[in-house]
C-alpha cells in the first residue's frame, strides 16, 4: 500500500508533532497522540473519539509490541490514518481489514527504516 510508504516518509515529524501535543484527556499517551496525527490526515481530530481509542488499545499493542516500541508506534500512526479514512467513509470494512493484513506485513518489511525513522523523530 503506497500509503504506508508515505506515512513512513512522514513518520519522524509526526513524531515530533505528536510528542509535543497538548491534551487534557489523561488516557492519550504517545501511543494514542501518534494515532491521533494520523487520524487527523483524513478527518477532523475532535472525531477521535472513544470506539477508536479502544479500538487502538485493543487491536494493536499486543499485535506489535514484540517488534518493539518504534514498530507500535509506527502501526498506531498507520492504523489512526486508516481509522480516519473508515469514519469518513473513504474505505469500507473490507478494505480497512485488508489495510490491517498489509500492515502487518509492512512493519516486519520495513522495520529498519521504521526504527530510523523513530530514531530521527525522537532526535
Given at each position: 500500500?503506497?500509503?504506508f510508504e508515505?506515512?513512513?516518509?512522514?513518520?519522524?515529524?509526526?513524531?515530533?508533532?505528536?510528542?509535543?501535543?497538548?491534551?487534557?484527556?489523561p488516557r492519550?499517551?504517545?501511543?494514542?497522540?501518534?494515532?491521533?496525527?494520523?487520524?487527523?490526515?483524513?478527518?477532523?481530530?475532535?472525531?477521535?473519539?472513544?470506539?477508536?481509542?479502544?479500538?487502538?488499545?485493543?487491536?494493536?499493542?499486543?499485535?506489535?509490541?514484540?517488534?518493539?516500541?518504534?514498530?507500535?508506534?509506527?502501526?498506531?500512526?498507520?492504523?489512526?490514518?486508516?481509522?480516519?479514512?473508515?469514519?469518513?467513509?473513504?474505505?469500507?470494512?473490507?478494505?480497512?481489514?485488508?489495510?490491517?493484513?498489509?500492515?502487518?506485513?509492512?512493519?516486519?518489511?520495513?522495520?529498519?527504516?521504521?526504527?530510523?525513522?523513530?530514531?530521527?523523530?525522537?532526535?
Amino acid at each position: 500500500m503506497r500509503d504506508f510508504e508515505e506515512l513512513l516518509e512522514h513518520f519522524p515529524k509526526q513524531l515530533v508533532v505528536a510528542a509535543k501535543a497538548k491534551t487534557e484527556e489523561p488516557r492519550h499517551d504517545m501511543t494514542t497522540r501518534i494515532a491521533i496525527r494520523g487520524f487527523s490526515v483524513h478527518s477532523r481530530i475532535y472525531k477521535w473519539a472513544a470506539p477508536q481509542f479502544l479500538y487502538l488499545h485493543k487491536n494493536l499493542l499486543e499485535r506489535y509490541e514484540a517488534f518493539g516500541p518504534e514498530a507500535v508506534s509506527f502501526a498506531a500512526f498507520a492504523v489512526g490514518y486508516m481509522l480516519g479514512l473508515a469514519l469518513e467513509n473513504k474505505i469500507d470494512t473490507g478494505e480497512f481489514k485488508a489495510g490491517e493484513i498489509h500492515l502487518e506485513q509492512f512493519v516486519m518489511l520495513h522495520l529498519p527504516g521504521i526504527r530510523a525513522g523513530w530514531r530521527e523523530g525522537w532526535g
